[in-house]
Nanobody
């Protein structure tokens, strides 16, 4: 059984930084494309970032480009989301997700769709105060 556990959320002032991590167990991590999504109160879950199996391809939603970085460590079964220059609108529960369906070379449209991911973590809260 594949399990994803996020860590690293918390409260930070606007302009600050946080790093989220997601540890995957129960499967072959290097076979999964990984994604980060977030959901703010009263809003739908939205795509934040994704990274291919090898880490060679990454995607970011426009609102976080230049501020967030996604990376993975296949030796440690972990994916990371480094968030800099945080804004109040980044406040949300952040979820990591894993997909064994997405083939290598998948485009942004596929990598950003939550329907392509079959495994999800429980989420971690990120709160950015103004």
């Amino acid at each position: 059984q594949v399990q994803l556990v996020e860590s690293g959320g918390g409260l930070v002032q606007a302009g600050g930084s946080l790093s989220l991590s997601c540890t995957v167990s129960g499967g072959k991590f290097s076979n999964y494309a990984m994604g980060w999504f977030r959901q703010a109160p009263g809003k739908e879950r939205e795509f934040v970032a994704a990274i291919s199996w090898t880490g060679g391809t990454t995607y970011l939603t426009d609102s976080v480009k230049g501020r967030f970085t996604v990376s993975r460590d296949n030796a440690k079964n972990m994916v990371h989301l480094r968030m800099n220059n945080l804004k109040p609108e980044d406040t949300a529960v952040y979820y990591c997700a894993a997909s064994s369906f997405l083939p290598y070379g998948s485009d942004y449209l596929k990598m950003s769709s939550p329907y392509e991911y079959e495994y999800w973590g429980q989420g971690t809260q990120v709160t950015v105060s103004s």
